[in-house]
């Protein structure tokens, strides 16, 4: 099993920074390599792919909307993967999601969520 949980989610000022973390536990996330990922999902709007970070952390994909201002990391020793915000706009506004997958595998994990609230 894959328990993810989320945090540092809050309210911010349009062109402010948040720092969301996401931990990780479990039997399976232990003994498998686990790529890891940040979604989000705003209101009445399908979940998106944010960035992912492979198990080695060699790997690093963004959407084309958050390029140059988000920035994905990983502390493996700590089973934890980051997501760092800058200039954050309005439409940044989601619950964002941390998700793992095992390596070689289609199966996905999710967190609960955190609410990002971007304020104009």
């Known amino acids: 099993q894959v328990q993810l949980v989320e945090s540092g989610g809050g ?14 536990s479990g039997r ?8 890891l990922g940040w979604f ?15 198990s080695s ?6 959407a084309d909307s958050v390029k140059g201002r988000f920035t994905i990391s990983r502390d493996n020793p700590k089973n934890t993967v980051y997501l760092q915000m800058n200039s954050l706009k309005p439409e940044d506004t989601a619950v964002y999601y ?6 070689g595998t289609s199966y996905d994990y999710w ?10």
């Open 28 to 35: 399976t996330f232990s003994r498998y390599a686990m790529d």
């Open 98 to 103: 941390c998700k793992a997958r095992r390596v």
């Open 40 to 54: 989000r999902q705003a209101p009445g709007k399908d979940r998106e792919f944010v960035a992912d970070i492979s």
């Open 111 to 120: 967190g609960q969520g955190t609410q990002v609230t971007v304020s104009s």
């Open 57 to 62: 952390g060699a790997s690093i994909l963004y």
């Open 11 to 24: 309210l911010v000022q349009a062109g402010g920074s948040l720092r969301l973390s996401c931990a990780a």
